[in-house]
Nanobody, 123 residues
Framework: EVQLVESGGGLVQAGGSLRLSCAAS????????IGWFRQAPGKEREGVSC????????HYADSVRGRFTMSSDNAKNTVYLQMNNLKPEDTAVYYC????????????????WGQGTQVTVSS
C-alpha cells in the first residue's frame, strides 16, 4: 500500500520556523520526484518545492525561495521541508506528493498524495 504521511505542522508566529516531514512507503522512493504543495482556503493547490528523482536537484516557488529548504533522506524514504521566516500568507494545508513522470509543480503530474498537515502562521 502506497503511503505518504506528513507531520510537523502547527501554529507559529510570523518570523518563526517549522520543519515538515513526509515519510513514504509502498513504492520505490528513488524512482519518484517528490513535491511539496500547499492549499489555502478558497485557493488552488500550489507547488512549493520539489526534488528531482534523476539528479536530486531542488526547485522552489518564487514565493518561498530563500526561506524554505527541501531535503531528502533516501535511506529513510523521507523528505523534509524546513520553513523559516514564516509569513501569515504561508498559512495552508501542506501536502507531499510523488511523481513518476519527473519534476514539476503541476498537481496533475503527481501520482500519490499524503493527507496533509496544517500550517498556521499568526501575525
Amino acid at each position: 500500500e502506497v503511503q505518504l504521511v506528513e507531520s510537523g505542522g502547527g501554529l507559529v508566529q510570523a518570523g518563526g520556523s517549522l520543519r515538515l516531514s513526509c515519510a513514504a512507503s509502498g513504492f520505490t522512493f528513488d524512482d519518484y520526484a517528490i513535491g511539496w504543495f500547499r492549499q489555502a482556503p478558497g485557493k488552488e493547490r500550489e507547488g512549493v518545492s520539489c526534488i528531482s528523482s534523476s539528479d536530486g536537484s531542488v526547485h522552489y516557488a518564487d514565493s518561498v525561495r530563500g526561506r524554505f529548504t527541501m531535503s531528502s533522506d533516501n535511506a529513510k524514504n523521507t523528505v523534509y521541508l524546513q520553513m523559516n521566516n514564516l509569513k501569515p500568507e504561508d498559512t495552508a494545508v501542506y501536502y507531499c506528493a510523488a511523481s513518476f513522470l519527473g519534476i514539476g509543480f503541476q498537481p496533475d503530474e503527481y501520482d500519490y498524495w499524503g493527507q496533509g498537515t496544517q500550517v498556521t502562521v499568526s501575525s
